[in-house]
Nanobody, 124 residues
């Protein structure tokens, strides 16, 4: 069974930074595209970013473009989401998801393996 574990969330002031990690257990992450999603209570799950299995294709939601960067270290079986210039509206539970397909997508229904999520709170 594919297991994904997110980490790195926490409480940060506006303008601060966090780096989220998504580590795969039980499978080789380099064969999978990874998507990052977030969800605030009462809101729809939102696609934030994605990266292809090779790392050659990345995509970002308009709301985070220029502030967030997605990268992967296949040797560590981990994908990262570097989040800079954080805003209160970035507050949410962040999830990573994996799927074996070409390219990447921020459509959540395209992914079948999900992590448990990590809370990010941006507040002064």
């Amino acid at each position: 069974q594919l297991q994904l574990v997110e980490s790195g969330g926490g409480l940060v002031q506006p303008g601060g930074s966090l780096r989220l990690s998504c580590t795969a257990h039980g499978f080789i992450l380099e064969h999978y595209a990874i998507g990052w999603f977030r969800q605030d209570p009462g809101k729809e799950r939102e696609g934030v970013s994605c990266i292809s299995s090779s790392g050659g294709v990345t995509n970002y939601a308009y709301s985070v473009k220029g502030r967030f960067t997605i990268t992967r270290d296949n040797a560590k079986n981990t994908v990262y989401l570097q989040m800079n210039s954080l805003k209160p509206e970035d507050t949410a539970v962040y999830y990573c998801a994996a799927e074996n397909f070409f390219g990447c997508t921020m459509v959540s229904s395209s992914y079948t393996s999900w992590g448990q999520g990590t809370q990010v709170t941006v507040s002064s």
